[in-house]
């Protein structure tokens, strides 16, 4: 059974039990996973928070998964990690072509956009469309 947990144990909050050395990995780990992650993203292109699509939106979850856990988890390898960022940045790239190739690709993968706002008006049928 494991131990109890004594509250406030603030040796256990800041440093855990794993050795110093560790941290020292942890800080490795990030470096090599940011930097690898940096030049994936540059592969795709960068856009503003604002102009992302869903695919994208869902992109960056997904890399926030997959980037998070290979730099602080020690039994998540680096390679594993890449790997998946490699694939789901290459997913996207296909999307991405599918999307530029195909209108119905478009419009089934990111939706339609839909009118809310013109000239400084609510658009009641613009409204109901998102209901």
Known sequence: M????????????????QPLLFYAE???????IYAYTLVMIRWIGGRGVAQLSMV??????????????????????????????????????VLDLLILRSDSAKHMIDGRAV??????????EGMDACD
């Open 2 to 17: 494991d131990q109890p947990v004594t509250p406030f144990d603030l040796q256990r909050m800041f440093l855990g039990e």
């Open 26 to 32: 942890i800080l490795v780990r990030t470096l090599i």
């Open 56 to 93: 994208e939106f869902v992109l960056v979850i997904a890399l926030g998964s997959a980037v998070g856990d290979a730099m602080f988890y020690p039994d998540v390898p680096l390679l594993a990690a890449m790997l998946v960022i490699t694939g789901v940045i290459g997913m996207n790239k």
């Open 115 to 124: 009118a809310l706002v013109h000239d400084g008006r609510l658009l009641p």
